[in-house]
């Protein structure tokens, strides 16, 4: 391929922060923004020394690679845009606010033979990544995904803004199917829910427990994992991983013994390196670390999770 032609929609706050890295990589043509909102598009352009157009279908026309960043309910729309103008996508979590839209795209992008990464950052983090080497079978886990209200996200519940990021980690940590739900979640102070809890058990019997709040006092994103000799326990806000192991002294009648440490990781950027795995997976036609069919995976977990909140 010569030089890369990329492209950014959306530039919100999020969709911002993905046109200032693809502003500071190097060996690639970043050509362009497109937002709805034309001043906000224009400063971003400015700002990253790229322009501004007014509509996603001209930008497309232009770039090998988008990075799509528009609002959940708009994520079917403009990406299908995007494969049919044969472009490679990275689409921010959540893959798409319905299902069957998510199958589509997922359908469109194997059969077009594009790239096709969801945003799920945190697959990326560097505590995960240090973590991810260390379980084999996990038994139990219990996610805290917390915040204060931000006003970002509310066109959508908390399952599908917050709790989707556990969900997908969840998912690939166990890599067994999802047996019975058993789920609760209210509105606080938008429409849709704002805190829920959800309790998943999976074939291999493994379970995982996991609350997300956009409407708590304080910010806290922990994960604990326990598997039969393991237990792991990582702080994304502290960027600490803790690890007890039971170890077995030499001597005979000797019981078994807990030994433990922290691990201190690097804070990184983890928007950054998911956005760089996004581009050397275009160059090399390579396969994302979280495909479309993972974030489809999580996006049918997150339904199930919703549905059952609704029944009760």
Do not use: W
């Not at 299902?99 to 983090?125: C, D, M, P, S, Y």
């Not at 990544?129 to 079978?137: D, G, P, R, V, Y």
């Not at 690890?243 to 201190?264: A, K």
């Amino acid at each position: 391929m010569s030089m890369m032609r990329v492209g950014v929609i959306g530039v919100g706050y999020l969709g911002r922060l993905h046109a200032q890295k693809m502003a500071s990589f190097t060996g690639l043509r970043f050509v362009g923004v497109c937002d709805v909102n034309p001043a906000r598009g224009k400063a971003v352009a400015e700002e990253c020394g790229t322009a501004f157009f007014d509509s996603h279908r001209r930008l497309l026309s232009e770039v090998d690679a988008v990075s799509i960043a528009v609002p959940t309910t708009e994520h079917y729309r403009v990406a299908i845009d995007a494969m049919r103008a044969d472009v490679h996508v990275l689409l921010e979590k959540p893959i798409t606010a319905r299902l069957r839209e998510a199958r589509t795209l997922v359908r469109e992008a194997e059969k077009r033979r594009l790239v096709f990464q969801i945003g799920h950052v945190e697959r990326f983090n560097p505590a995960v990544l240090a973590a991810a080497s260390l379980l084999t079978e996990p038994r139990f886990i219990e996610c805290h995904r917390l915040g204060p209200f931000g006003g970002r996200g509310t066109d959508v519940d908390v399952v599908l803004d917050l709790m989707i990021h556990d969900l997908d980690l969840i998912l690939s940590f166990v890599r067994s199917p999802v047996l019975r739900i058993h789920a609760v979640g209210v509105p606080v102070i938008s429409p849709n829910v704002d805190i829920a809890n959800a309790r998943l058990t999976f074939a291999n019997g493994c379970v995982a427990n996991v609350t997300a709040s956009r409407v708590s006092a304080r910010k806290q994103r922990k994960i604990r994992i326990f598997q039969e000799d393991t237990y792991v326990s990582m702080d994304f806000v502290e960027h600490t991983i803790q690890i007890f192991r039971r170890t077995y002294p030499r001597g005979p009648g000797n019981p078994p013994e807990i030994s433990g440490e922290i691990l201190e990781t690097q804070k990184g950027d983890s928007l950054r390196d998911e956005i760089r795995s996004f581009l050397d997976c275009v160059r090399e036609r390579g396969t994302p670390r979280v495909s479309g069919s993972d974030g489809l995976a999580a996006l049918e977990a997150a339904f199930r999770i919703l549905r059952r909140m609704r029944r009760r």
